[in-house]
Each structure stands twice: as structure tokens, then as C-alpha cells.
């Protein structure tokens, strides 16, 4: 079990607007630490997309964006594309047992 | 351009040690003030953290696995390792090496391709 929560999965139409959450707890992000994400395609390792809460690499469009709110945060895709279609990981640190980085379990966006 | 190469054995045997090394490019592990580590991922499972060490070679491991991880650096090569004792078939995954910014709370901004690892 996950230190953070994740939705398991959320779809959107092409074009559409969706948001994945990320909650997490008074150890982890409500104590403050950044939340980053990651994007991850088949086979293949996570790629940056979102960090420190709110920043993009570079290359990664502006449709990802990324909040924070007390013990949560959210990623949202706007201008839903098929090429999106991929898993998402938040990643915090947790205050306990020495410090800790910590994910979410991963959220599988679907497009229609 | 930074590039991660892990390296190590596909196919490891129940109680062995299992060893793998990150090679890195691009960038030093001893002159830059920042952290590397391991991340795994189980077949069909989300991502779970193993262990971090600091250019100084200080180490910080997963709580449930520090009885039996051990991280290290080689700055000569500019590589850095790990070993994980006692493996069992929970221990089957993708093994990632990654490197993170200046403090452990930071992102992982780039990783190796992975390296598969099945225990038999």
C-alpha cells in the first residue's frame, strides 16, 4: 500500500480537461514537501513531467500543470491527446523513520 | 547530455546477493553536490524507492529494506552501486537508477533505462 493515494484510473474524451490527485498526509506533503510527477509510458522508464509542485521541464508542454493544497496535490492534462495515454506517479518525501521517498501507487489515464 | 546505464545480472537465485552498478555520463558523481539512487518496479506495479546516497557517499534506504540494501559510490569510475541481500521473488523488478537534485527532496530528473531483474 502507498504512502500517497492515487486514483488507479481516469479517461477523457480528446480535447477534454482531466486532473489526477495525490493525497497524501500531515507526514508528507502537508508538512510542506514538494510533490513532483512523473509520466511513464510502456516499457519504458518515468520521464519528469511536474516539480516541485508546480514547474515544468523543459519539453513538457503546457498542457500538464501541476497544484498543491494542504495534504493533496493534482496534475491536470488540458487539451486531452491519445499520445497522453500513459501512467502517472506523484512522488513526496515522508518525515518518518529517517526520511523517506515516498510515490503514489499510480493512475493509468485512458483517452476515449 | 547526463546518461544512467544500470548494468547487473537478469536472473538471480533465491537467498544470493543481487548487484548492480549505474554508470554515469555527463556529469560527476564527486565534484557535484547532489544525490543518486534506486528506485524499483515490480512486473505490472507502480514504483517503489530503495535507497539514496550523497556524492559524500552517505546513505538513506527504504525502511523496509535497509536491513538488506547496502548503497555505494565509485567515484574512480563515476559509478555508483547496489546490493541487495537475501533476495526472494518479491524482489523481481524493473531496477532504475536515477539522479536527484541537491537535496533528497527533490526530484528525480533523469533515470537509466531500467534493467530487469527476475529471482528464481
Known amino acids: 500500500q502507498s504512502v500517497l493515494t492515487q486514483p488507479p484510473s481516469v479517461s477523457g474524451a480528446p480535447g477534454q480537461r482531466v486532473t489526477i490527485s495525490c493525497t497524501g498526509s500531515?507526514?508528507?506533503?502537508?508538512?510542506?514537501?514538494?510533490v513532483h510527477w512523473y509520466q511513464q509510458f510502456p516499457g519504458t522508464a518515468p520521464k519528469l513531467l511536474i516539480y516541485d509542485n508546480i514547474n515544468r521541464p523543459s519539453g513538457v508542454p503546457e498542457r500538464f500543470s501541476g497544484s498543491k493544497s494542504d495534504s493533496s496535490a493534482s496534475l491536470a492534462i488540458s487539451g486531452l491527446q491519445a499520445e497522453d495515454e500513459a501512467h502517472y506517479y506523484c512522488q513526496s518525501y515522508d518525515t518518518r523513520m529517517s526520511g523517506s521517498t515516498v510515490f503514489g501507487g499510480g493512475t493509468k489515464l485512458t483517452v476515449l | 547530455q547526463v546518461q544512467l546505464q544500470e548494468s547487473g545480472p537478469g536472473l538471480i537465485k533465491t537467498s544470493e546477493t543481487l548487484s548492480l552498478t549505474c554508470s554515469v555520463s555527463g556529469d560527476s558523481i564527486s565534484s557535484t553536490p547532489r544525490y543518486w539512487g534506486w528506485v524499483r518496479q515490480p512486473p505490472g506495479r507502480g514504483l517503489e524507492w530503495v535507497g539514496t546516497t550523497y556524492y559524500t557517499g552517505n546513505t538513506f534506504y527504504s525502511p523496509s529494506l535497509k536491513r538488506r540494501v547496502t548503497i555505494f559510490v565509485d567515484t574512480s569510475k563515476n559509478q555508483f552501486s547496489l546490493n541487495l541481500r537475501y533476495v526472494t521473488a518479491a524482489d523481481s523488478a524493473v531496477y532504475y537508477c536515477?539522479?536527484?537534485?541537491?537535496?533528497?527532496?527533490?526530484?528525480?530528473?533523469?533515470w537509466g533505462q531500467g534493467t530487469p531483474v527476475t529471482v528464481s
Open positions: 500531515t507526514f508528507d506533503i502537508g508538512a510542506g514537501y514538494d
Open positions: 536515477v539522479r536527484q537534485g541537491t537535496f533528497r527532496t527533490q526530484a528525480s530528473d533523469y
